[in-house]
């Protein structure tokens, strides 16, 4: 299920001032959030890759919000892109036809525009990475102590679903340099 933010700004290519630039790096990317249909329709072919049963639902937040929960959840005082809240077990939901949970994501749409820009791809791109990682965390994973697990399978299911690095891989290089 995709949840959107009433706090979230307009997308900023509703506003005056254009919010993709060309460069001299090539042509401007999209940075419009994509549609809930779009969205759920990644979310469920990124669930099947995974082998993640149940249901997930994913918001899509404010840098704000999402400090907020890495504060109270991780102990963080600061926003992040992504943040995985795995169902305490697999429980049934209450009601005819209830099916498991699976956990629950937040994802940051103004840090993944800041990241699209940064690595030179579209918002959605961005957003399938983010959501592609926080289902790896509902599934069990864990990359700060897995020594390399999670990353290689990220890095194997991106492949799969066509998308270009991710986060594991960015946050390596930079402690690397």
């Known amino acids: 299920m995709i949840l959107l933010d009433p706090d979230l700004e ?14 001299a790096s090539g042509p401007a990317k999209n940075l419009r959030l ?20 149940g249901e997930v639902t994913v918001l899509f937040t404010t840098d704000a919000y999402i400090r907020k929960l890495n504060r109270q959840f991780r102990g963080i005082n600061k926003p992040t892109d ?20 699976a956990g629950d994501l937040a994802i940051s749409v103004p840090t993944a525009r800041k990241q699209a820009i940064e690595q030179n791809h579209s918002l959605s791109t961005e957003i399938k990475i983010l959501i592609l990682h926080g289902l790896l965390h509902l599934a069990g994973h864990d990359h700060e102590s897995d020594n390399g697990k999670m990353a290689r399978r990220e890095r194997q299911l991106r492949a799969r679903l066509g998308l270009p690095q991710g986060l594991i891989e960015r946050t390596t290089k930079v402690k690397k340099s």
Do not use: M
């Open 34 to 53: 994509p549609s809930a249909r779009a969205l759920s329709s990644f979310l469920v072919e990124a669930q099947k890759i995974v082998r993640l049963k």
């Open 82 to 101: 992504v943040i995985s809240f795995p169902a305490e077990g697999s429980f049934p939901a209450e009601g005819i036809g209830a099916e498991e949970i």
């Open 10 to 23: 307009p997308d900023p290519a509703l506003r005056s001032t254009p919010a993709k630039k060309a460069d």
